[in-house]
């Protein structure tokens, strides 16, 4: 921890307070403002609460490198590789934020305080690699983070150390969410480490009751259905997962992805515009001057839409101009059986990404 490495205790003591030793396990945004916090707890005063902190990131899947180990580098910390730790028994604590590995009874028995871990939701609500995509997904009002105690073999099912609500602001996206959470879960973790041995004894095992799992996204789950999903299911869903997957569909047999969705209700002229045109069918697209927004039909309702990727990014009015204004200047009574959106399948939608170099795999939110 550069110069200022304040003094660590002696290998293989159990300290009785602050400033602790502690190896960080981490690989996301959510991740780094946990490193950061812990890091910036190191600095040299009598409130100390840090001494020595290292790294455990995970070997990175994906181009660039994770954010975890980024912010590691930049704050000059080591960095151990899993599945390697560092040296045994040299540290105080553990601390996991989004980590996605099982930590080992041996491993966790080497911290004399254990392993902490900071987990975006009230547990044992949204246990798994991602509570808050879950959250904004199924339109939870209220979450918060928990901070529990690592068991082995089974994630999120240990006892909670300390807990705290907050509410879901309204229309916020998961990515959004999660940097409330993160911030949230910082405080609290140098909460419980300002008097570690006090909030351990006064753990707390989760109930039994309200338990619900929070299954990593895939890309499948990026390809609208048209026919099956409400407007405000592809919305809610644009706002759990468009950070990671941004929503696809398929125009004239070419996959494309749709961004900045827009709610329709009461907009101004949109449902006389509706009105004077002939059927409707799931996946018809229309285009609101006044808004400069396409107008996609759902199961039920229409879902706007400000901006699309088709070869490159283009705005509502750029589409219009290049892909639909012919079609309705020549045949505006017939349009909607031609200018629609349609469903995406999975296997086009692999395709699709391997063709672009995209990795389509599982990422933890």
Known sequence: MRARVLRACSEGVRAAGPPWRVLFFGTDRFAVTTLRALWAAGEPSEHSLVSRLEVVTLPSRLPGDLPVRSCARELQLPVHEWPHTGPAGQFDVGVVASFGRLLSEELILQFPYGVLNVHPSCLPRWRGPAPIVHTVLHGDKVTGVTIMEIRPKRFDVGPIIKQEEVAVPPRCTAQELEGMLAKMGASMLLAVLKNLPESLKNKKEQPKEGVTFAPKISIAKSCIKWEEQTAAQIIQLHRAIGSMFPLQTLWKGTAIKLLDFVEVDNM?????????????????????????????????????????????????????????????QQNPRTVHRECRFQTLKLSTAKKTLKERGILAQDIKP
């Open 268 to 328: 101004p002229g949109f449902s006389d515009q509706i009105q004077k045109d002939c059927e409707v069918v799931p996946g018809s697209v229309l285009f609101h001057k006044k808004s400069q927004t396409l107008m996609a039909r759902c199961k039920e309702g229409w879902a706007g839409i400000k901006t699309v990727i088709l070869k490159k990014k283009l705005t509502a009015v750029d589409f219009y101009n290049g892909y639909m204004h012919s079609w309705f």
